[in-house]
């Protein structure tokens, strides 16, 4: 038998703490510009990691269009922030902020060639997502549309 390395350090991150309303297991139903009268559905997951030291989102649709998707937030406490490693199945990673107001939680990344922002709106059992981008400095266009309701906890 071995012993566990780090079990320490495996423990709730307080400045994780306001992103706890995300956490469950959610039903999504969305919609994307790029597939017009299309509306598609998946699932999503938002769980504690490694004790609570960080958050592990989890993410598919059922459209070969929209990636699956996994993330960590985790924080900087000298920097006072949060940030997002994303990964999905197209090889694609980025690095987004995360910022958590009153009644959301965001992520942003503000590359100069593509820059994305997601805002979820969170009410309870349900959560509306607004995604939004823009190509190599050219105004803000939709993106993804997603709406969440909480199916376990």
Do not use: C, K
Not at 4 to 21: C, H, M, V, W
């Amino acid at each position: 038998m071995t012993t566990p390395i780090g079990p320490e350090a495996q423990r709730p991150n307080p400045a994780l703490a306001p992103l706890t309303p995300l956490l469950g297991e959610w039903r999504t139903t969305g919609t994307h510009p790029l597939m017009p009268g299309a509306t598609f559905h998946g699932r999503a997951s938002f769980a504690w990691h490694e004790g609570g030291a960080f958050v592990a989102m989890r993410s598919e649709i059922d459209e070969p269009g929209i990636p699956s998707a996994v993330a960590l937030i985790g924080s900087d406490d000298a920097a006072g922030t949060l940030t997002m490693i994303y990964f999905d199945e197209r090889d694609v990673s980025r690095r987004y902020t995360v910022e958590v107001g009153d009644g959301e939680v965001s992520w942003h990344r503000d590359e100069a060639g593509f820059a994305q922002r997601m805002v979820l709106t969170v009410a309870g059992d349900r959560l509306e997502a607004r995604g939004t981008m823009s190509r190599d400095g050219g105004p803000w266009e939709d993106d993804l549309q997603l709406t969440y309701v909480r199916i376990d906890r």
